[in-house]
C-alpha cells in the first residue's frame, strides 16, 4: 500500500517550489518497514511511503535527492551519502545514530536473551551514546554544513518503542520495555545535543508517536515481524502520521529561524 501526503498534514514551507531537497539517513528515513520499496534501491529499502517521499510529494520542491539507507551510520552517510549535497542544497532531512549505537544488537539480545543481558546491552549502548556519539554527530553535522554551507537542516529523533507501563501485552517484560524505552531517550538526547551544537533544528517525534508505541493498541511501528529487518521500524502509518508532521513542524521552525536571522 502507498500512502499518499496530499491530505496527510500541513504543507511544508511556503517556499517549497524553490526547494532542493536532499533526504539523508538511515532506515527511519529511508522507509524500512513502511513497504513500496523502490526496487532501484536494493538493500537500502526506500519507501515511496517514507517521510521524505511523502514531503517532496505534498510540497513538489525544485529538485529531491533520496539518498537515505537502511543500516547507514555516521560513518556511511558520511562516505556514501554526502555526494547529493552542494552549495545549492536548501534543505535537508536526516535520523541517524541509531545504528552506530548497535540498536538492532540491543534489540536482538533483549528479545532472545534474559533480562540481565538485555540490560547490560542497553547500559553499554547508553556509554556509547554518551560517550562517543556525540563527536561523531559533530563530525557528520560539520561535513554537511561545509557542502551546503545555505541549506537548512532537520534532524529527526527516535520514537520511544513502548508505550510507558504497559500490561497484558504479549513480548518483552516490562523490565526490558523500560530499558528500551530509557535507551531511546538517551539517544535522543545525544542528538538534540549535537544538533543545538551545529545550530540545526531537531525534530522529537516521540511527541507525535505518544500513545502510539507498540502496545497502545494503535501501533505505528512494527514489533517483532517478518521480514525481521522490518521490525522495530515505523509502518507506512508512523511515517505518514508521526515522522512527516515532525518534518512538517521543524521545516517550518527553521524557516522562521532563518528569517529572524
Request: proline share 4%.
Amino acid at each position: 500500500m502507498t500512502i499518499t501526503a496530499g491530505s496527510l498534514a500541513a504543507a511544508g514551507p511556503a517556499s517549497a517550489a524553490a526547494t532542493n531537497y536532499v533526504a539523508l539517513g538511515d532506515s527511519y528515513s529511508s522507509g524500512t518497514g513502511a513497504g513500496s520499496y523502490d526496487p532501484a534501491s536494493g538493500n537500502c529499502k526506500r519507501s515511496a511511503n517514507a517521510y521524505p517521499k511523502l514531503w517532496a510529494a505534498a510540497n513538489s520542491p525544485a529538485s529531491f535527492n533520496f539518498a537515505a539507507c537502511s543500516g547507514a551510520t555516521t560513518s556511511s552517510v558520511a562516505s556514501g551519502q554526502l555526494g547529493a549535497l552542494s552549495s545549492s542544497t536548501s534543505f535537508v532531512s536526516i535520523t541517524v545514530g541509531g545504528n552506530d549505537a548497535g540498536f538492532a544488537k540491543v534489540m536482538e539480545t533483549c528479545v532472545l536473551q534474559s533480562t540481565s543481558s538485555c540490560e547490560t546491552a542497553v547500559a553499554n549502548a547508553e556509554t556509547f551514546m554518551r560517550n562517543t556519539l556525540p563527536g561523531r554527530l559533530d563530525s557528520l553535522y560539520g561535513s554537511i554544513r561545509s557542502k551546503s554551507p545555505s541549506a537548512r537542516v532537520v534532524v529527526l529523533g527516535y520514537p520511544r518503542l513502548y508505550i510507558p507501563n504497559s500490561s497484558g501485552c504479549v513480548g518483552l517484560n516490562q523490565t526490558k520495555r523500560a530499558v528500551l524505552n530509557r535507551a531511546a531517550d538517551t539517544l535522543n538526547t545525544s542528538v538534540s545535543g549535537a544538533v543545538s551544537r551545529a545550530g540545526f533544528v531537531f525534530s522529537d517525534v516521540r511527541d507525535e508517536f505518544n500513545g502510539h508505541e507498540l502496545c497502545s493498541g494503535h501501533d505505528w511501528l512494527h514489533s517483532l515481524t517478518y521480514p525481521i529487518g522490518d521490525s522495530y521500524h515505523p509502518t507506512a502509518r508512523g511515517q505518514a502520521n508521526g515522522y512527516l508532521p515532525g518534518l512538517n513542524s521543524a521545516a517550518n521552525r527553521s524557516l522562521a529561524l532563518r528569517k529572524a536571522g
